[in-house]
């Protein structure tokens, strides 16, 4: 880590925290990684994550530095939101997404074709959700007042949060075809809940090691 | 008319606070306090208030009529983020203020697939469930072809996103009397002007440049997400307690577009439904003497 404060971005009522985990190239596309559910941007950039250009990392809202709001209330489009938000800051980025990142950096890309110069879906806490359609209703609350990061409302309440295949492949379907890259999604992951199925079902999805993803990603303009 | 005023409203006749943690919920009642409780859930961008003429006719009639605004609207909290989990979190918070014993449940619109949920999830605290005009249903959405559906998507999502960059220090447009009960008549346009400008006196505040009302800006039509009618529908099969369920069937743009026989493969053993003819989604102000009169004899 490079001990910098992290840059402070305002997403509404919420104050997100952009870390930069290595400056590297200035010239060059950042690479914007998003963690998985509970999880927060890691200190250092991971060893097997190679990139020549700045690599940053946001931490989702109730993760990590950024605001922990008072009674809960996520939603996965929340947190596309935040996505969002950064990249209005950050302008055009490749995106790792782990787990519950990997479906919020699908959404975001799809959003803003743009401005994601591809994103690539890794395994991490949170992939599956709450499976494709709700289960039988519950209203769910953990200990009250335990207004700390990751907040315990974002655990239970995106752990149960419906991913309908249909959805995720509307979205694959929109990017594949608004995008201007030949591959802008790319899938490794070893587990593969119904959504990841079926976005990687998607002709023009590809599997491609995190590793070459990243090389074929960095030599984009 | 006189200012603030309508005939036949009643403002509440107690109000307190329930902290859903952290989040404060404004609770209002009318009628007398030992009454038999019924606990009335308001729709999407209303408010407890909204509830000024047909509330009272059912405390007149003997119960504890007890609403509350949802987290974001009226005079309850606005907080962060808002979802359907944290509204019904809320809502059973007030309702464990209420009482502990089995009690009937009305919702209009959201608010009526509010009360179904909740009749799902603790089946043993409801003791019959009114439906008003919130039962949704897929008859309003036409057929689009494939490709139509995915940019239809796209740009919800877009115009949503556009949606939060604009939020940072946002606040409502203020507006006089007349100027707010013009806007809200555009999502309501059944409803009288006279209706409309009393609703701005308690569903609005003053200050200095204007009036303006009280719901939280974030609050949008229209959000994005994977949401289907009939995950809110499958509720309706399964409940035990006596059921009655009002449709309004004109067309109206709040309103799912529901009719009848939508809701054929959906109902309980026992259900009642009946469609209010020549009446909109907003079934118990546009009729409220024929609506209360439908619930009190329900729930007698």
């Known amino acids: ?221 | 008319m006189e200012h603030g005023t309508y005939p036949g409203a009643r403002r509440p006749d107690r109000r307190r606070r329930v902290d859903s943690d952290g989040v404060s919920i404004s609770v209002v009642e009318w009628g007398d306090p030992d009454d038999p409780p019924v606990v009335v859930a308001h729709g999407g961008f209303d408010f407890a208030e909204t509830l000024d003429v047909f509330a009272p006719m059912l405390a007149d009639e003997g119960w504890r009529v007890v609403g509350w605004d949802q987290r974001g609207h009226g005079d309850s909290d606005r907080s962060e983020l808002y979802s359907w989990d944290a509204d019904v979190r809320d809502a059973a918070k007030v309702l464990a203020s209420v009482s502990s014993d089995p009690l009937p449940l009305i919702g209009h619109s959201k608010g009526g697939s509010m009360v179904m949920y909740l009749a799902a999830t603790m089946p043993q605290r409801v003791r019959a469930l009114v439906n008003l005009d919130g039962l949704p249903s897929g008859a309003g959405m036409s057929d689009v072809s494939e490709r139509e559906r995915i940019r239809s998507i796209r740009g919800e999502l877009g115009a949503w996103l556009g949606h939060r960059r604009s939020l940072v220090g946002k606040e409502r447009r203020p507006g006089t009397i007349d100027e707010l009960a013009a806007r809200r008549g555009r999502m309501n346009p059944r409803l009288s002007p006279e209706w409309l400008r009393f609703l701005v006196t308690v569903g609005a505040v003053e200050s200095e440049d204007g009036w303006r009302w009280k719901i939280d800006p974030t609050m949008r039509f229209g959000g994005f997400g994977p949401w289907d009618p009939d995950w809110s529908m499958r509720q309706l099969p399964g409940v035990a307690a006596p059921f009655l369920g009002v449709l309004g069937l004109e067309p109206e743009v709040m309103g799912w577009g529901t009719r009848p026989e939508d809701l054929d493969r959906y109902l309980p053993p026992d259900a009642r439904v009946v469609a209010l003819d020549g009446v909109g989604h907003f079934v118990h102000i546009e009729q409220p003497r024929r609506v209360a009169d439908l619930v009190l004899e329900f729930l007698s």
Do not use: C, K, N
């Open chain 1, 1 to 221: 880590m490079t001990g910098d404060e992290p840059t402070w971005l305002q997403h509404h009522r919420i104050r997100l925290a952009l870390h930069r985990l290595d400056p590297g190239r200035a010239d060059l596309r950042p690479l914007l990684l998003l963690h998985g559910l509970g999880e927060a941007t890691p200190a250092a950039v991971p060893a097997h994550i190679h990139w020549p250009g700045p690599v940053l990392g946001l931490d989702f809202t109730g993760h990590g530095r950024s605001t922990v709001p008072t009674g809960g209330g996520y939603t996965a489009e929340i947190l596309v939101a935040d996505v969002d938000t950064a990249l209005e800051h950050t302008g055009p980025v490749t995106v790792v997404g782990r787990g519950l990142g990997a479906y919020i950096g699908l959404l975001a890309a799809a959003a803003r074709p743009d401005t994601v110069r591809g994103v690539v879906l890794v395994d991490g806490p949170g992939l599956a959700g709450g499976g494709t359609e709700p289960g039988s209703p519950s209203i769910v609350a953990p200990f009250p007042g335990a207004q700390a990061p990751p907040d315990p409302y974002a655990l239970v309440e995106l752990a149960r949060d419906p991913r309908p295949s249909s959805y995720a492949q509307t979205f694959v379907r929109f990017l594949l075809e608004e995008s201007d890259l030949d591959e802008p999604i790319v899938v490794d992951t070893l587990v593969r809940p119904p959504w990841v199925q079926a976005v990687s079902a998607e002709p023009g999805v590809v599997e491609r090691p995190l590793r070459d993803a990243l090389a074929r990603y960095a030599e984009l303009d």
